[in-house]
T-cell receptor, first 114, second 114 residues
Framework: KAGVTQTPRYLIKTRGQQVTLSCSPI?????VSWYQQTPGQGLQFLFE???????NKGNFPGRFSGRQFSNSRSEMNVSTLELGDSALYLC?????????????FGDGTRLSIL | AQSVSQHNHHVILSEAASLELGCNYS??????LFWYVQYPGQHLQLLLK??????LVKGIKGFEAEFIKSKFSFNLRKPSVQWSDTAEYFC????????????FGPGTRLSVLP
């Protein structure tokens, strides 16, 4: 069974640009969550999508947005990039809506802002 | 707001030493608890989880964790560590209500010396 797939693995952008990251969950998983991982802050929750609806949102500015498609694939968009957006962005999927469902993580997209 | 704390930022042990990593959370209701591990260059993997029942749960690779409700704790243990256990360990909590997101602790880096 294929795991969570994130593309691209690496991205280099400059300040002010925008970027779109993609996540394909494990087959049959309907929930997708996004996290920002940095050495100083650990894993910070961005948002969660379930059945194409945003179910939860973390404390990030509106420059961070996402969506989920009918096949459960998800995209995350960051506009007007800032130096502080440099991080590893992780996607995690889980089977359904139950709070006891563990999340399965992808390898992440490492975003570097110059 | 719900928070998760991990007692140690960096733990250094020799092979065969016993390990205990602390995790405490702030939410007083019913929670689901998880430990994840991130080996160097790899994605986060689930070590073990607790939902209900026996508060002592066993996970992969000889790890176990004990849920102590009165102390809001979920400490991770391993009787004898190996060099291959060198990794970063994250505790995560999810409240047992629909639509609650995961909250991760800041992580503990474990270095096992051969």
């Amino acid at each position: 069974k294929a795991g969570v797939t994130q593309t691209p693995r690496y991205l280099i952008k400059t300040r002010g640009q925008q970027v779109t990251l993609s996540c394909s969950p494990i087959s049959g998983h309907r929930s997708v969550s996004w996290y920002q991982q940095t050495p100083g802050q650990g894993l910070q929750f961005l948002f969660e999508y379930f059945s194409e609806t945003q179910r939860n949102k973390g404390n990030f500015p509106g420059r961070f947005s996402g969506r989920q498609f009918s096949n459960s694939r998800s995209e995350m968009n960051v506009s007007t990039l800032e130096l502080g957006d440099s991080a590893l962005y992780l996607c995690a999927s889980s089977r359904g809506g139950g709070s006891n469902q563990p999340q399965h993580f992808g390898d992440g997209t490492r975003l570097s802002i110059l | 707001a719900q928070s998760v704390s991990q007692h140690n930022h960096h733990v250094i042990l020799s092979e065969a030493a016993s390990l205990e990593l602390g995790c405490n959370y702030s939410y007083g209701g019913t929670v689901n608890l998880f430990w994840y591990v991130q080996y160097p260059g790899q994605h986060l993997q689930l070590l073990l989880k607790y939902f209900s029942g026996d508060p002592l749960v066993k996970g992969i690779k000889g790890f176990e964790a004990e849920f102590i409700k009165s102390k809001f704790s979920f400490n991770l243990r391993k009787p004898s560590v190996q060099w291959s256990d060198t990794a970063e360990y994250f505790c995560a909590v999810r409240r047992d209500n629909y639509g609650q997101n995961f909250v991760f602790g800041p992580g503990t880096r474990l270095s096992v010396l051969p």
